[in-house]
């Protein structure tokens, strides 16, 4: 618990940080939605999107021409950007949890303490996992205030409820995937100047598997490789959650934390 | 109860030989110092004790219980003072104290300004902004601040000035003769000699030497000359055991009868000498400045 009560303190500044640059990103992007209902930009938008071949349109999680006068269409791709930032801030958040006590030399205080490797492995995990939790529910709920606001009573509340709240289930997914992978680096990693890379690597990397299984059929298979992808807003929005993703990636993100475990605790620390 | 106890201790980086069959026992209520140079493996055999690292060949105890299975039990008992502290910055003393407290799952923070006042800790300023001197001095109040059995030092004079260095043995002092083993290591034997039980000498990942400071040693001298010419099979008939010769010099060790000595430097055509007793320090020196091979290594385990 003392653990678990100093991660918290440690990485709240940088949670509010990111916190506080998303929902300024959130709102810019939804004030440009009355521009969106405007005939002019939806003619412009619908002549630029209808010049794009079918493939590229679906790599961009658009899989036919998107009406973005549609409050819901034009907040789950807005959300696709927002999924990517969060991804990076859970990625980096892994990655540098059990990496960054040893680079700072922190961990020679932390570990001269009554404390198992495995117990600090799980106050660090659970200490990043809720306040992940807490930037989403954050963010869930920013973003429901703004979708409400920016339709003007158009739709039913529970009907943008339940949209937003079945994006952001993606959203959370996706990015608990990634922090779980960089948890899994950290303890391979050599120091702190190796995060920044690894956590756009493992985002970046795993997108473009997801754009170019998307362009070409024949590696339609790769797309089970990109968590952005399989749980990209407007996949959930016209069928939900992949479940067949959510088991795969549900089995990988277990073996991760079982080996995070077991080569932590085998581990050298570098001190 | 042995407050230490390592088997055949052995651990490789990768080529490099940091420990090499390191056998080694310290009693409870011992004041144990490991002294040796940059690199001896000091700091590699302590972080073994304490599980940041693991031995390739062996095993260890520290109060009875394995290092590598029973970690978090053993630093239930023990205080560990790093060479380098490296605690967050951002945190004050009594922030880092209270945190060490409640790590040991200990409610009562009595024990916090008594140890403050004896280790002239202002314990509102950040551990960031503190001296090393200070720095030291809040390690070692972290390390002390749960009465652990055993109190396990890396290199805890280093950047400490000569008064300070006594402040801390004053308080070593007084924990060990409240019980606290102490476990210390040094790059130099004069600043822990005055107060170690015992010491061990380690170079190059070998320890080669274990003293007992408590007992009388036996004297002997060491003596170097500076001359024409000299016959070295004379000193060696003698007793003298040769650490350095060149042509015009040579430096021996003797702990023979001094009036033989005296007539067989009679005998030659001596330009300078000098003869002064040697101490523990001196004998270690040679070891480590001779470059002995293996089988001169006196194991004193």
């Known amino acids: 618990m003392t653990l678990l009560k100093l991660e918290f303190k440690n990485i709240f500044r940088g949670l509010l940080f990111w916190m506080g640059i998303l929902i300024v990103v959130l709102v810019v992007f939804m004030a440009f939605f009355p521009a969106m209902e405007s005939s002019t930009i939806q003619n412009l938008v619908r002549m630029k999107q209808g010049a794009l071949p079918a493939p590229l349109l679906a790599a961009f999680g658009l899989t036919e021409v998107s009406d973005f006068s549609d409050i819901k269409v034009y907040f789950a791709f807005i959300m696709q950007f927002i999924n990517i930032a969060i991804a990076i801030y859970a990625a980096r958040a892994g990655t540098s949890a059990l990496i960054k006590e040893e680079t700072d030399g922190t961990i020679e205080y932390l570990y001269a303490q009554p404390i198992t490797r495995s117990g600090i492995v799980a106050a660090k995990m659970v200490a990043h996992f809720l306040t992940y939790c807490l930037l989403i529910i954050v963010l869930e709920m920013v973003s429901l205030i703004l979708v409400l606001v920016f339709s003007s009573g158009k739709y039913e509340v529970i009907v943008l409820l339940l949209n937003v709240k079945g994006i952001y289930l993606g959203t959370f997914i996706s990015g608990f995937i990634f922090m779980i992978l960089g948890l899994w680096f950290s303890v391979k990693l050599r120091s702190t100047r190796q995060i920044g890379l690894t956590a756009m690597w493992m985002v970046f990397g795993t997108y473009s598997i997801g754009i170019f299984a998307a362009l070409v059929d024949a590696v339609g298979f790769l797309r089970y490789l990109s968590p952005l992808d399989l749980f990209e807003p407007n996949h959930i929005l016209a069928s939900g959650i992949n479940l067949k993703a959510l088991g795969l990636w549900g089995g990988v993100v277990i073996l991760a934390i079982g080996m995070t475990f077991a080569f932590y605790n085998k581990k050298d620390l570098k001190v | 109860m042995k407050a230490i106890e390592t088997v055949h201790l052995t651990k490789n980086y990768n080529e490099i030989l940091a420990l090499k069959n390191v056998n080694l026992t310290v009693d409870e209520g011992e004041i144990f110092g490991l002294i040796g140079p940059n690199g001896a493996g000091k700091s590699t055999f302590i972080k073994i004790l304490l599980n940041f690292i693991f031995p390739n060949i062996g095993h260890c105890k520290v109060l009875d219980l394995n290092c590598t299975k029973n970690s978090a039990e053993i630093k239930k008992q023990v205080g560990y003072v790093p060479d380098e502290i490296r605690y967050d910055p951002n945190a004050s003393a009594e922030e880092l104290l209270k945190t060490t407290l409640a790590f040991h799952h200990i409610k009562t923070e009595d024990a916090i300004d008594p140890l403050c006042e004896a280790l002239e800790i202002d314990k509102s300023i950040k551990f960031g902004e503190q001296s090393i001197d ?168």
């Open chain 2, 134 to 301: 200070n720095e030291k001095k809040i390690a070692i109040a972290c390390a002390l601040i749960h009465e652990p059995r055993l109190l396990i030092l890396d290199e805890p004079m280093n950047g400490l000035d000569p008064l300070m260095q006594k402040r801390l043995f004053e308080v070593l002092k007084d924990a060990n003769e409240k019980g606290t083993t102490i476990f210390l290591s040094s790059q130099n034997l004069k600043e822990v000699q005055d107060y170690c039980t015992r010491v061990a000498f380690i170079k190059e990942g070998r320890i080669f030497k274990i003293e007992d400071l408590t007992k009388v040693r036996k004297k002997y001298m060491i003596i170097e000359i500076k001359a024409e010419s000299f016959d070295l099979r004379d000193l060696e008939i003698l007793g003298g055991r040769m650490l350095n010769v060149s042509e015009n010099m040579v430096k021996f060790s003797y702990d023979g009868d001094v009036e033989k000595l005296l007539k067989t430097l009679s005998m030659m055509t001596i330009k300078d000498i000098t003869i002064k007793n040697a101490s523990l320090e001196d004998e270690v020196l040679d070891y480590y400045e001779g470059g002995h091979s293996d089988d001169t290594l006196e194991i004193g385990i």
